[in-house]
């Protein structure tokens, strides 16, 4: 009894034993992820909501190495981070251009001119995604953001500054919806 004691006690101060998984509208994310060798953590889920029906799109995992509330600190931080859509719809390609150049533009703000040619790369990327599928944009230091369909990377962007716009798009002052931030931030999601 003693020994299963000190067992069980060694597991929870290690965090050792297999990732625990969270879950919004059906979707599983696991606690955590190794990228490069680095523990990120599960931040939060959120739940895209769009147009005033509020049809359910995506839900979205925000990974990284520190939890934390603040969306514009996780955004800025020069440390690994990523952001993982799990589609509860299908989106087309020319949709999800759209979205994300539209909240692109809000989240770079006066970074804009500068930023946009590489935010063209990006969308030159975006698939068109169906109900399941995934997709995930993960910022490496140095490396810059590595964009991915599934377990297919379609390319990096380099530049600190692209991503912090980019993640802002969740993180920033005008996310596509509040639920969406809230959620990601530790918040409820749904």
Not at 33 to 51: S, W
Not at 152 to 160: C, N, Q, R
Request: glycine content about 12%; hydrophobic content about 35%.
């Amino acid at each position: 009894m003693r020994r299963l004691f000190f067992s069980i006690l060694s597991i929870a101060l290690l965090g050792a034993g297999p990732a625990q998984a969270r879950q919004c509208r059906g979707v599983d994310m696991p606690d955590r992820l190794d990228i490069d060798g680095k523990q990120l953590q599960l931040n939060g889920m959120g739940l895209r909501e769009a147009t005033l029906l509020n049809i359910d799109v995506y839900v979205a995992g925000l990974y990284v190495q520190q939890r934390s509330s603040d969306g514009k600190k996780i955004a800025s931080s020069e440390s690994t981070k990523q952001v993982k859509l799990v589609l509860l719809r299908d989106v087309s390609h020319q949709d999800l251009a759209e979205q994300l150049g539209t909240y692109f533009r809000y989240a770079a703000g006066r970074d804009y001119d500068k930023l946009k040619a590489r935010f063209e790369r990006l969308s030159g990327f975006l698939p068109t995604l169906h109900a399941g599928d995934t997709f995930s944009v993960t910022y490496r230091p140095g490396d810059g953001l590595e964009v991915r369909h599934g377990k297919k990377k379609l390319g990096t962007i380099p530049g600190a500054d692209f991503a912090r716009a980019i993640f802002s798009i969740w993180l920033g002052d005008k996310p596509p919806n509040e639920g969406l931030k809230q959620g990601m931030l530790g918040g409820a999601c749904g």
